[in-house]
């Protein structure tokens, strides 16, 4: 059973930076792309990032690159998501993900579609204050 767990969010003021973290386990973390995203209040949950099985590739939404930047640690099987020059827009409730057991190294395609996320956390919380 794959389990996410987040954690690092927390209140800043705009302009402010934040690190989330999430700490995978249940099957192996080294072969799996891994993806960030988030939800507002009365809105779609929304993609954010994602990066592939290795570190070697990153895909941003339009909104966050430049700011944002997606990383992992396969030692610690664990994913980051650095937030930089935060806005009130960036609020939202963030939640890991981790696509099916299927799609471990190059099986799918990367990034991978919304479809393909299989697992996720149970969020954590961002605030930017104005």
């Known amino acids: 059973q794959v389990q996410l767990v987040e954690s690092g969010g927390g209140l800043v003021q705009a302009g402010g930076s934040l690190r989330l973290s999430c700490a995978a386990s249940?099957?192996?973390?080294?072969?799996?792309?891994m993806g960030w995203f988030r939800q507002a209040p009365g809105k779609e949950r929304e993609f954010v990032a994602t990066i592939n099985w290795d570190g070697g590739s990153t895909s941003y939404a339009g909104s966050v690159k430049g700011r944002f930047t997606i990383s992992r640690d396969n030692t610690k099987n664990t994913v980051y998501l650095q937030m930089n020059s935060l806005t009130p827009e960036d609020t939202a409730v963030y939640y890991c993900?981790?696509?099916?057991?299927?799609?471990?190294?190059?099986?799918?395609?990367?990034?991978?579609?919304?479809?393909?996320?299989?697992?996720w956390g149970q969020g954590t919380q961002v605030t930017v204050s104005s």
């Open positions: 993900a981790a696509p099916r057991d299927y799609c471990s190294g190059y099986r799918c395609p990367f990034p991978p579609p919304r479809h393909d996320y299989d697992y």
């Open positions: 249940g099957r192996t973390f080294s072969i799996y792309a």
